[in-house]
């Protein structure tokens, strides 16, 4: 079964800073790739997904991700983040075919951003 | 707003207790998952169902839980008698589509167990 490793656990920025958020997966064939973010007393939602194609991926807000195979990686990004990014972020991934298609969580990164 | 909501949203129990967790989807789907998060660890999955049956299930979900549709709409989520090490955030999720992954979750029950 795969198995997500996000490397970051908390993360503390000021606004405007950029931010990358590392995901590693363990999976050796085809992954569906997730990004969710849970804003402080709310439920978990996607920020962005990847199944196919174009390994750069937009999602809301402003932030991107890229899929990197040989490097198993997922990390997302932000240009420029603001006080309102703060929250917990889940990179998550499941499988077409293989392996199994629950997907399967990192244990989140915490963001703070001072404004 | 979630697409699938939770109750309660914080339960305190004493060890041993049972307790019940709900979860009801806005409308009808097929694929729903629980989860959980024990503070400062990952989200762990603990039982799909489809269709109204157990589809699969973690070995985290042994004997003391079990699931339920008893009204073909809500969904419960039952801890037998429940240990100090249940305390968590328990998450219901629904699935798009058929085994895309990508997950519409409700706003989760904290429960606490002393």
């Known amino acids: 079964a795969q198995s997500v490793s996000q490397h970051n656990h908390h993360v503390i920025l000021s606004e405007a800073a950029s931010l990358e958020l590392g995901c590693n997966y363990s999976y050796g064939g085809t992954v569906n790739l997730f990004w969710y973010v849970q804003y402080p007393g709310q439920h978990l939602q996607l920020l962005l997904k990847y199944f196919s194609g174009d390994p750069l991926v937009k999602g809301i807000k402003g932030f991107e991700a890229e899929f990197i195979k040989s490097k198993f990686s997922f990390n997302l990004r932000k240009p420029s983040v603001q006080w309102s990014d703060t929250a917990e972020y889940f990179c998550?991934?499941?499988?077409?075919?293989?392996?199994?298609?629950?997907?399967?969580f990192g244990r989140g990164t915490s963001l703070i951003v001072h404004p | 707003e979630p697409e699938v909501t939770q109750t309660p949203s914080h339960q305190v129990t004493q060890m041993g207790q049972e307790v019940i967790l709900r979860c009801v989807p806005i409308s009808n789907h097929l694929y729903f998952y629980w989860y959980r998060q024990i503070l400062g660890q990952k989200v762990e999955f603990l039982v799909s169902f489809y269709n109204n049956e157990i589809s699969e299930k973690s070995e985290i979900f042994d004997d003391q839980f079990s699931v339920e549709r008893p009204d073909g709409s809500n969904f419960t989520l039952k801890i037998r008698s429940t240990k100090l090490e249940d305390s968590a955030m328990y998450f219901c999720a629904r699935e798009r589509g058929g085994r895309s992954g990508e997950l519409f979750f409700g706003e989760g029950s904290r429960l606490t167990v002393l």
């Open positions: 998550a991934v499941n499988t077409a075919s293989g392996g199994s298609y629950i997907p399967t």
